[in-house]
Every structure is written in C-alpha cells, then in structure tokens.
C-alpha cells in the first residue's frame, strides 16, 4: 500500500472514530431527555383519587367549654348611667357562664371508632362533638365522642365514638428515614380556620424537627397547615398517615409553608399505650444526661467524637442497679449507636417498661456491656433525685486557687449560703473574670464533685487529677459541676495552670 493509501486509511479511521462518538454522545443526551420526563411523571397528575380513598376518615372536631361570663356593661356604658340595668339585661354579667367553642381536626384508625388529634384540640373541653366526611355510608353528621387518654408531651389524644356499624379508617405508615424521604410528596387533611374538610400537598421539607418538648420527632412540611388543622392527618402517596399535624411557624397566624406533624414513629407508641391504658407508660432509665460537646472529646479516653450521652448523676434506680456510673458515656442503647441526648431519651421513652436492655457505655477509656431493666418515668422520675438533709460537721475548710478558681471545702457556712446539699467536692468561692473558667460558665458557689471522672473531695484531690492530666498530655480536664442540684460536665482548659 503507497504513502497516499496509508494516509486515506486513517482518515478513514479517524473519521468513524469521530462519528462513533457523536452518536454515542447523542446517543445519550436522548436518553436523559427521555429519562427526566419519566422521573417527573412519579409525581401524580392528580391527588382526586387520594383524596377520596382517605377522606372518609378524616374529621372534623367541635369542643365546648363552659367559662365565667363577661364583665357586665364595662366598656359598654359608664357606671351609673341610667341605661346600665338595661344593658345588664342585655348581658347577665360576671356571674353567668358562658360557652365557649374551639375547632380542630382528627382520623379515625380503628373501625370500632378510636380517633386520633391533638391534646391542644380537646384540652379543658367539657363535649367534644366529631363530624364527620359527608358521604356513602357515614355516620350522621355529628355525634359525641369520649376522651380515651392524653399526652402533653407529645400533644397527643386519643377520642372514641360509637356506631351501629364500622367506620371507615386509616392506618400508620412509615416515618422513618426510609419510608418518608426529604422531597417526597404529602397530603394534609383538616378542618383549616374553620372552612370544613379542606384537602392541602406539599413534600416533606426536613425530618427529625424538635421544637420544645422531650420526645419531639416533627415532620417539617411546606403543604398549607393552618388553624384548624391542628390533629389532622399527614399522609404518604399511599394513603397511610406519617404525621400528625400539630403547629406552624409564622408570623401571622398563617400558613407560610413550615409546618410541623408529629411523627407516626412517636405517635403510634403513644396511641397504642393511651388505647390500652388510657396513659403512657414510659421506660425510665434513671440518669440524669448532657450532650458530649467537642470540647469534651479530648478530655475522655477512648472517645473518637462528640457522640453519644454522658452521664452526669445516678439516682437509686434502674442505671444505678446495673452499675452505670456518672462519667459513663451511653454509647448503644438496645443496639443502637446514640448520637446526642435527644435521641436517647426519645428510644427509652419508646421502650417498654421492665424490658432488659443492653447498654454500652464507654468507662475510662474501655467499652463496658451492661444490661438495664428499665423502670416507668411517670411514677419514677419524680422521686429519683431526693434532697439529703443531713448536717454537715464543722471543720476548718482547705482552700487553694487553681485554673483561675478559688475552691474550698464543704463547710456548713458554704452549704447554707449556697444551698448545697452534698457532703463532698469543693465549692467555687470566686472566680477571675479573664479565665477559661470563665468563659466556661463556671460561677461562684458552683460545686466541682468530679475531675478528671474521678471523684475530689479535697483540694489536693482537684491538684492531682489536673497533674495527672497535665502528665498525660491532655489539653483540658473534664469537671463535674452542679449548680442547683443539676450536674453537668465541663471540659476546662488547662493553660491557666
């Protein structure tokens, strides 16, 4: 083959080369053309059929309260006048009751007549009427309903009404993680300021949402939530309910695409118990917990993150019957790795009580397994942390400056002008303003009762945990501080030594 063939060859070659790769690109912008409009025709061309299957067992709810009457004619005429006795036939005045009525929503998950709102909805009320979806088959337009139970803690409350037949209902679905994604799509259903049944989509705009409460779990949601909606269903595209709708944010009183429904995950556990008890029977670990804060880390031995829940006081409970100690860091609650405090108390407050329980806690640098039955937090809690009243001996106190703290020993003087109930640690007497300390938080009569997770009864105790810390190469010392009766561990610098 000449020179010329040669080169008419490769021409060749690069040219199909090109053209391969032109069609393979082309190739494969049609097909995420073809692909993105597939990926948008998940979302439904219409919500009508949902709507319809699930409404049936939504409901409105009616409350009345009987509350004192109004002032008489103040404000109407002036005292005196000749037309007050008028206007008080007009109006009874103070002494007359009057009723007064409140709106909210509800669903019904049982067909024998359990309904499901908010505790907010039917709290204080004296009736409590449910109206309920005009259709085929449905009950007549109001009938009364009895209070089952509640729980404040979670704005929960569960109704029952009677009907010759069953009624039409709604099951939980799944809230998790895996079930109810950031994006998906989501249906309310309520009663909005008073409009009737009113149907309002959206998707869920962030999981895992705490406003105020201990066991908050809130699905955050950008579809229409207002006045009214309170205790209404938040549903998935398969009908079932993630969410009980319970508040919004905003600065008007109207919807402004936040709002908040309670998980199923905290919901169906509380149902279940008011049903069955008609109160909730929480599990109760007995310990009193702070977040392990980034600080801390390097003062913990063994500790990779600021994870988990440190355990700052141990009351005669079901802890300290397994031997947790304070100091001890939760790590795995029941198998499952603890993040912060919030979740903690959340998985607890969902466990059984007299369940045993295998906790992780990480003690001095070492995992150690314990095995806690759990108690009730109802009857428990309230008693677990009683005040001693016992009289402290006089003695001569040992004080000393050290880390920009001036420390004492207990003295009954120190105990009765802080109000300190403890026998040991040391009393913080002063504090220099420019410390670490501080900037820390610590203040004047705080008690240190642990350094180093080492109890310190005595200011040479406090002088050797910060040498051995010192030795060790640490860059800060961890302290047990209580103030009021409440612990909590602070991590303090050492560079003020």
Do not use: C
Request: no cysteine; charged share 20%; glycine share 12%.
């Amino acid at each position: 083959m000449n020179d010329k063939a040669i080169a008419s060859a490769a021409d060749a070659t690069v040219s199909h080369r090109f053209w391969a790769a032109l069609m393979g690109a082309f190739a494969l912008v049609l097909g995420l053309l073809i692909a993105i409009p597939a990926a948008a025709q998940s979302r439904p061309p219409t919500f009508a059929d949902l709507a319809e299957q699930v409404s049936p067992a939504v409901v409105n709810i009616t409350t009345s309260t009987t509350v004192s009457g109004r002032a008489g004619p103040q404000g109407v005429v002036p005292e005196g006048s000749p037309f007050e006795d008028f206007f008080r036939d007009l109006d009874p005045g103070e002494n007359a009751p009057r009723r007064s009525s409140a709106l909210g929503s509800g669903f019904v998950i049982s067909a024998d007549g359990y309904i499901v709102t908010n505790n907010h909805v039917i709290e204080g009320a004296d009736e409590i009427e449910i109206e309920f979806f005009p259709g085929d088959g449905q009950p007549a337009e109001f009938l009364p309903a009895e209070l089952i139970g509640t729980d404040p803690n979670t704005d929960i409350a569960v109704l029952k009404v009677d009907y010759d037949s069953p009624l039409a209902y709604v099951a939980f679905g799944d809230s998790s993680l895996e079930g109810a994604r950031v994006g998906d799509w989501v249906m309310a259903m309520g009663n909005p300021l008073g409009q009737g049944f009113s149907v309002s989509v959206g998707i869920i705009s962030a999981r895992n949402r705490a406003l105020s409460g201990t066991y908050d779990d809130y699905i955050q949601t950008d579809a229409a939530i207002n006045r009214g909606n309170s205790g209404g269903p938040l549903f998935n595209m398969d009908g079932e309910v993630i969410g009980v709708n319970t508040a919004i944010l905003s600065p008007n009183g109207g919807s402004i695409g936040i709002g908040f429904a309670m998980s199923s995950a905290v919901v169906t556990n509380v149902v279940d118990q008011l049903v069955e008890f008609g109160e909730t029977r929480r599990g109760w670990l007995g310990v009193r917990i702070q977040d392990v804060t980034p600080d801390m880390v390097d003062a913990i031995d063994g500790l990779e993150g600021a994870m988990g829940a440190m355990v700052t006081d141990v009351p005669e409970g079901p802890a300290e019957d397994a031997g947790m100690m304070s100091g001890d860091v939760i790590t795995v609650f029941d198998g499952v790795e603890i993040a912060d405090t919030r979740e903690l108390v959340r998985i607890v407050g969902n466990s059984p009580v007299g369940k045993e329980v295998p906790v992780t806690v990480l003690r001095n640098g070492d995992n150690q397994e314990l095995t806690v039955t759990l108690g009730r937090r109802e009857t428990e809690e309230a008693v677990a942390f009683p005040a001693s009243n016992e009289e402290e001996e006089e003695e001569q106190p040992e004080a000393a400056e050290v880390l920009g703290l001036s420390l004492s020993e207990i003295t009954p003087d120190l105990a009765e002008q802080y109000g300190i109930d403890r026998e040991n640690g040391l009393v913080i007497t002063s504090i220099n303003a420019d410390s670490e300390a501080a900037s820390k938080g610590l203040m004047e009569g705080d008690l240190i009762t642990e350094a180093g997770q080492q109890s310190v009864a005595t200011v040479e105790d406090f002088r050797d945990r910060v040498e051995e810390a010192s030795d060790a190469g640490r860059k800060s010392i961890l302290l047990l501080v209580r103030r009021g009766g409440d612990p909590r561990f602070v991590a303090l610098p050492l560079g003020d030594e």
